[in-house]
């Protein structure tokens, strides 16, 4: 069983920034790709970002392609969202999730094991 706990998570004012992380323990971490996903109230769950399980490929959302960065460290068995120039419309909890192979892109139902999620809120 995995498990992920995400942390860095705050408020912040439009513009700023946050770096988000997620820290995973019970499975070879490098063989699974990991990814960031959000919920903003009313909403439904909506992709934000994946990495591949070596962290050499990437994928974004357009809503955040130039402003997110997803990068992983797999000797901490951590994965990161950097998060630039933040926006109201970021306000959301984030979940770190951890797919069921090596690559995952931006379905839900490619990843298994989800954390317990970190509020972002952005205020204008």
């Known amino acids: 069983q995995v498990q992920l706990v995400e942390s860095g998570g705050g408020l912040v004012q439009a513009g700023g920034s946050l770096r988000l992380s997620c820290t995973a323990s019970?499975?070879?971490?490098?063989?699974?790709?990991m990814g960031w996903f959000r919920q903003a109230p009313g909403k439904e769950r909506e992709f934000v970002a994946a990495i591949s399980g070596s962290g050499g490929s990437t994928y974004y959302s357009d809503s955040v392609k130039g402003r997110f960065t997803i990068s992983r460290d797999n000797a901490k068995n951590t994965v990161y969202l950097q998060m630039n120039n933040l926006k109201p419309e970021d306000t959301a909890v984030y979940y770190c999730a951890q797919g069921y192979n090596i690559w995952a892109r931006g379905r839900t139902a490619d990843f298994g094991s989800w954390g317990q999620g970190t509020q972002v809120t952005v205020s204008s």
């Open positions: 019970g499975r070879t971490f490098s063989s699974y790709a």
